[in-house]
C-alpha cells in the first residue's frame, strides 16, 4: 500500500500525466503482491464497460460540433444583451454565456476552450485586464459539469448505479447558485475598477435571443426528455448530437464535412483520455479494495463521527485537497467504493452526495497548483499559469460558498428532482 502511493505521488511531482501516474503506480503494486497479469486487463476493461459510459464521448461531441459550427459566438452575443448593462458587462456575459453552454457540453474543458476563447477576445478589446479576463473564464468554466449534462455525473451514476436524470436536475439550482455568486463577486470588482457596461436595449435582446434561440433549446430539450421519461442518459446525448448536427449543418450551414471530421477527430482525442482515466483508476481502486484500504479509511472517517454533515465535510476536505493534484474522473473512480459504504451507512442520500462531490471537484480545476482548467485558459489566452492561478484564488471564495450551502441544504440539490421525477 506505502509503494502505490509513494509511487503515484512521486510521478505527480516529477510531472508525469496523472492518468499514467495512476496507472504505473497500480502496476507496480500488482507485480509488487503477485496478482498475475490478466488482472490488469479484466479491471480496465471492467471499469469502462457500462452502458451509461456511452454517453460521454456523445456529449463531448455535441459540445464540439457547438464548437466548430460557432454557435458559441451566438450564445455570447445572446448573453451580453441580456446581462451586458450591468457594471463589468462582459465579466457577467462570460459568465451568463457558460451557464447556457453548460446546458450543451456537460465539460468545463470544453467550456474554457470553446466558449472561452470567445469570452476573453471580447474582454481584452473592452479595456478588460488580461488575467481578470482569464479568472472569470476560468471560474465561469466550473458552471459546465453543474448544471445538466455532465459528464462527471454520468460517471458517478454509472458507478453508484443512481438515476443520471436526478443527477442531472439535481445540479440546476447549484449550478444557478454558481453562477449568482460568481455574477455577485464581478460586481464588485468592476465597480471597484470602473470596468464598462453596455447601454441595455430590450430591441438588442430579442434580436439576439432569436439568432440563439435552437442552440438555447438543448438543455430545455435534455431536462423535458429526463422529467418526462421519454429517454435515458444516453439516449440524451445521441439526441445532442443530432440536434447539434442539424443545426449546424443545415440550419446555420457552419458545420462542414472538414469541420465534422474535425469535430470526431477531437472527440476521439478526448475519449481516449477519459477511457484510459476510468482504466487506469479502476485498476488502482481494485488494489485500494483488495488491500483493505477502503475499511480503513471508514473507520477512520466514522471513528471521528457517524453525525452525517461532520462525515460530509470530513469527505468534502478530502476531495478538495485530491482535486487540487488529480483530475475529477481519476477522482470519482478512485474514491467513491471508499466513500459510498461511508454515506450508505450515515444516510446520506446518493443524489446529493454525487452532486456535492462533482461541485467539489469542479472548484479543483482552478485550484492551484494542477487545475486543469488553469492550465486551459493560460493556453487559449495566451497567459502565465502562476499569474492566472494568484488572480483565479478569490473567484474560489464565492464558489466555497455555495458548495458549504449544498453540503447543509441538502434540499437545493434534491428539491428539484423530488418534485419532477416521481
Not at 5 to 22: C, D, H, T
Not at 62 to 71: H, R, Y
Not at 363 to 388: D, H, S, W, Y
Request: hydrophobic share 60%.
Amino acid at each position: 500500500m506505502l509503494t502505490l502511493f509513494a509511487l503515484f505521488f512521486l510521478l505527480i511531482l516529477i510531472g508525469v500525466p496523472v492518468a499514467v501516474s495512476i496507472g504505473v503506480s497500480a502496476l507496480a503494486s500488482l507485480f509488487l503482491n503477485g496478482f498475475p497479469l490478466i488482472v490488469i486487463a479484466q479491471k480496465m476493461i471492467t471499469g469502462i464497460d457500462s452502458f451509461t459510459f456511452i454517453a460521454i464521448p456523445l456529449f463531448i461531441l455535441a459540445g464540439e460540433l457547438m464548437n466548430v459550427g460557432k454557435i458559441t459566438d451566438r450564445i455570447f452575443g445572446f448573453a451580453k444583451a441580456s446581462v451586458g448593462w450591468i457594471p463589468g458587462g462582459l465579466a457577467h456575459a462570460n459568465i451568463f454565456a457558460s451557464v447556457i453552454f453548460a446546458g450543451m457540453s456537460g465539460s468545463a474543458i470544453a467550456d474554457a476552450g470553446g466558449l472561452g476563447t470567445v469570452e476573453m477576445k471580447a474582454m481584452k478589446e473592452s479595456g478588460y485586464d488580461d488575467y481578470f479576463a482569464g479568472a472569470v473564464t476560468a471560474a465561469s468554466s466550473t458552471i459546465g459539469p453543474i448544471f445538466p449534462p455532465s459528464i462527471p455525473m454520468v460517471i458517478y451514476g454509472g458507478i453508484a448505479s443512481v438515476s443520471v436524470g436526478k443527477m442531472f436536475i439535481g445540479g440546476v439550482l447549484p449550478g444557478l447558485l454558481m453562477a449568482l455568486a460568481l455574477m455577485a463577486y464581478a460586481l464588485v470588482v468592476s465597480i471597484k475598477r470602473g470596468y464598462p457596461r453596455e447601454r441595455l436595449s430590450v430591441l438588442r435582446i430579442l434580436t439576439e435571443f432569436a439568432r440563439a434561440f435552437i442552440p438555447l433549446l438543448t438543455p430545455v430539450i435534455i431536462l423535458s426528455g429526463f422529467v418526462t421519461g421519454w429517454f435515458t442518459t444516453t439516449e440524451a446525448s445521441s439526441i445532442a448530437v443530432v440536434y447539434a448536427i442539424l443545426v449546424g449543418a443545415f440550419v446555420y450551414r457552419s458545420v462542414s464535412w472538414k469541420t465534422l471530421t474535425q469535430a470526431l477527430i477531437n472527440t476521439a482525442a478526448t475519449t481516449a483520455n477519459v477511457v484510459f482515466i476510468i482504466g487506469s483508476a479502476t485498476l488502482f481502486s481494485f488494489i485500494l479494495t483488495n488491500q483493505g484500504f477502503t475499511k480503513i479509511i471508514a473507520d477512520f472517517i466514522l471513528g471521528i463521527s457517524s453525525t452525517p454533515w461532520v462525515v460530509l465535510v470530513i469527505i468534502n476536505i478530502v476531495l478538495f485537497i485530491l482535486g487540487m493534484i488529480m483530475e475529477p474522473g481519476a477522482i470519482l473512480i478512485m474514491m467513491l467504493p471508499v466513500f459510498l459504504p461511508i454515506i450508505q451507512r450515515v444516510g446520506i442520500d446518493y443524489v446529493h452526495f454525487g452532486v456535492v462531490m462533482v461541485l467539489n471537484l469542479m472548484i479543483g480545476q482552478i485550484t492551484p497548483p494542477f487545475g486543469m482548467c488553469l492550465f486551459t485558459i493560460a493556453q487559449v489566452g495566451g497567459l502565465k499559469v502562476e499569474r492566472l492561478s494568484h488572480a483565479t484564488i478569490p473567484w474560489i471564495i464565492p464558489l466555497v460558498i455555495v458548495l458549504v450551502a449544498s453540503i447543509f441544504l441538502p434540499e437545493l440539490v434534491l428539491w428539484m428532482p423530488n418534485l419532477l421525477m416521481k
